[in-house]
C-alpha cells in the first residue's frame, strides 16, 4: 500500500510538472540548441550527483552519522525532484534532513550537516569570484568599482576569519566559549560547532569538493550561454 502511494504522489507531481512546462516556449528554445553544448552539461550534472552525496557523506561523519554513497545519491535525487516545486531548495534539504535524522542523540546534527554543506559551497563559490575578480582586474586589465569592492571584502572577510581562528586556537576565548557551553538553551548548537572544530580533515575534504562542484557548475553555465 505505502508504495502505491508513492507512486500516486511521484506521477500527480510529475503531472504537474508536465501541466506547468511551456511547451511553446520549450520548443523554440529547444530549436536553438546545438547538442554538444547539452550533452556537455548533461555529462556535467551526471558528475555533481556524486561529488554532492560525497560531500554530504563527509558532512555527516562529521556529526558523527554514518550513511552509503549510493543512500545519500538516492536521497539527493529525490530531494532535487522536489526543488523544482519549493523556492531556494528549501523541500530538498528538508527530505535531506528527515532521511538521514538520527534516532539516537541531538537530532540537529542531521540539520547541522546539510547546513555545513550548504555553507562551504557558498564560501567555496566566493572564494572562486574572489580570484575570478582578481584576474579580471590584473590579467584581463578591466577597470571595475564593483569588481574592486567584492575583492576588497572578501580579502578583508577572509583576513578577519583568519585570525579569528588563530586566537581560538589559541584559546583566547577559553572563559566565553565554557560560559556558552553551560547555557542549556544552546547546548545543541555547541554540540554541533564541538563536532566541526575537531573535524578539520573532513572539513578540509568538504572544501576541495566543494570547489570541483563549483568549478563545474560555472563550466556548465559557461558553455550554455557562451
Same mark, same amino acid.
Given at each position: 500500500?505505502?508504495?502505491?502511494?508513492?507512486?500516486?504522489?511521484?506521477?500527480?507531481?510529475?503531472?504537474?510538472?508536465?501541466?506547468?512546462?511551456?511547451?511553446?516556449?520549450?520548443?523554440?528554445?529547444?530549436?536553438?540548441?546545438?547538442?554538444?553544448?547539452? !550533452?556537455?552539461?548533461?555529462?556535467?550534472?551526471? !558528475?555533481?550527483?556524486?561529488?554532492?552525496?560525497?560531500?554530504? =557523506?563527509?558532512?555527516?561523519?562529521?556529526?558523527?552519522?554514518?550513511?552509503? !554513497?549510493?543512500?545519500?545519491?538516492?536521497?539527493?535525487?529525490?530531494?532535487?525532484?522536489?526543488?523544482?516545486?519549493?523556492?531556494?531548495?528549501?523541500?530538498? #534539504?528538508?527530505?535531506?534532513?528527515?532521511?538521514?535524522?538520527?534516532?539516537?542523540?541531538?537530532?540537529?546534527?542531521?540539520?547541522?550537516?546539510?547546513?555545513?554543506?550548504?555553507?562551504?559551497?557558498?564560501?567555496?563559490?566566493?572564494?572562486?569570484?574572489?580570484?575570478?575578480?582578481?584576474?579580471?582586474?590584473?590579467?584581463?586589465?578591466?577597470?571595475?568599482?564593483?569588481?574592486?569592492?567584492?575583492?576588497?571584502?572578501?580579502?578583508?572577510?577572509?583576513?578577519?576569519?583568519?585570525?579569528?581562528?588563530?586566537?581560538?586556537?589559541?584559546?583566547?576565548?577559553?572563559?566565553?566559549?565554557?560560559?556558552?557551553?553551560?547555557? =542549556?538553551?544552546?547546548?545543541?548548537?555547541?554540540?554541533?560547532?564541538?563536532?566541526?572544530?575537531?573535524?578539520?580533515?573532513?572539513?578540509?575534504?568538504?572544501?576541495?569538493?566543494?570547489?570541483?562542484?563549483?568549478?563545474?557548475?560555472?563550466?556548465?553555465?559557461?558553455?550554455?550561454? #557562451?
Amino acid at each position: 500500500m505505502k508504495n502505491y502511494i508513492k507512486m500516486a504522489v511521484s506521477l500527480i507531481l510529475i503531472g504537474l510538472l508536465i501541466y506547468n512546462v511551456e511547451w511553446g516556449s520549450f520548443l523554440n528554445h529547444f530549436k536553438t540548441l546545438s547538442i554538444w553544448p547539452v !550533452v556537455i552539461v548533461l555529462a556535467i550534472l551526471t !558528475v555533481q550527483f556524486p561529488i554532492s552525496a560525497m560531500k554530504w =557523506k563527509k558532512a555527516l561523519e562529521i556529526h558523527k552519522l554514518r550513511y552509503s !554513497v549510493g543512500f545519500l545519491q538516492k536521497t539527493l535525487y529525490i530531494g532535487f525532484f522536489f526543488n523544482n516545486f519549493l523556492p531556494a531548495a528549501i523541500g530538498g #534539504d528538508a527530505y535531506r534532513v528527515l532521511k538521514t535524522m538520527p534516532k539516537e542523540g541531538f537530532k540537529s546534527r542531521a540539520v547541522s550537516a546539510v547546513l555545513l554543506e550548504r555553507i562551504m559551497g557558498f564560501a567555496a563559490l566566493l572564494f572562486l569570484g574572489f580570484v575570478g575578480g582578481v584576474l579580471t582586474l590584473t590579467v584581463a586589465g578591466e577597470q571595475n568599482q564593483l569588481i574592486l569592492y567584492y575583492i576588497l571584502i572578501c580579502a578583508g572577510g577572509g583576513v578577519i576569519a583568519v585570525c579569528l581562528l588563530i586566537l581560538l586556537w589559541m584559546g583566547a576565548f577559553s572563559n566565553l566559549l565554557e560560559r556558552i557551553k553551560k547555557i =542549556k538553551k544552546l547546548e545543541m548548537l555547541t554540540h554541533n560547532l564541538g563536532h566541526i572544530w575537531r573535524s578539520p580533515a573532513l572539513l578540509i575534504n568538504i572544501s576541495m569538493a566543494s570547489l570541483l562542484f563549483q568549478v563545474l557548475a560555472i563550466i556548465a553555465i559557461g558553455v550554455l550561454f #557562451d
